[in-house]
């Protein structure tokens, strides 16, 4: 994650929004932690506020609102939602897509781009879905 943030900010495929399933929220300030030292400003929603608050500088971190997603930042600001499933994540997707440069990182290989199609026919299918979490994202024209 780090390197998808902070590696080059300024490119259309740099991380800006952070979609975190419920279940995982006790390993964002870890994940968050190095992006501190590039000074990254997270706006995160309520959730995430939460697990972040007394964990990430405080001056760092700021209330997510609307616009805080579907936003290119091209900087060193990122956003965080909190999804209690894989469908909320679709559909978060789905409605604040660049329909450009998405990326799914997953754990479990259940989820695949003939599920995604099934799941999302009228929206956008990623053009990256690695199950490692080591992929690096992709621009729009490599696969």
């Known amino acids: 994650m780090f390197n998808a943030k902070t590696r080059r900010v300024s490119v259309c ?10 279940e ?4 964002l300030a870890s994940l ?5 030292e590039k000074n990254v400003l997270i706006y995160a929603d309520p959730k995430a506020y939460g697990a972040l608050a007394g964990k ?7 209330p997510a609102t609307d616009d805080s997603f579907g936003t290119e930042f091209l900087d060193y600001k990122m956003a965080i939602k909190t999804v209690d499933s894989f469908e909320e994540a679709l559909a978060h997707i789905a409605h604040y897509s ?13 989820h695949n781009n003939a599920s995604l199609t099934k799941s999302m026919p009228h929206a956008y299918t990623p053009t990256c879905l690695p199950h ?6 992709s621009d729009s024209g490599q696969k």
């Open 32 to 36: 968050c932690k190095p992006l501190s």
């Open 13 to 22: 495929n740099a991380l800006d929004c952070l979609i975190i399933h419920r």
């Open 24 to 27: 995982r929220l006790s390993d």
């Open 98 to 110: 660049s329909k450009h440069s998405e990326s799914i990182i997953t754990e479990k290989r259940i």
């Open 56 to 62: 990430y500088p405080e001056s760092l971190l700021q």
């Open 132 to 137: 490692s979490p080591m992929e690096d994202n």
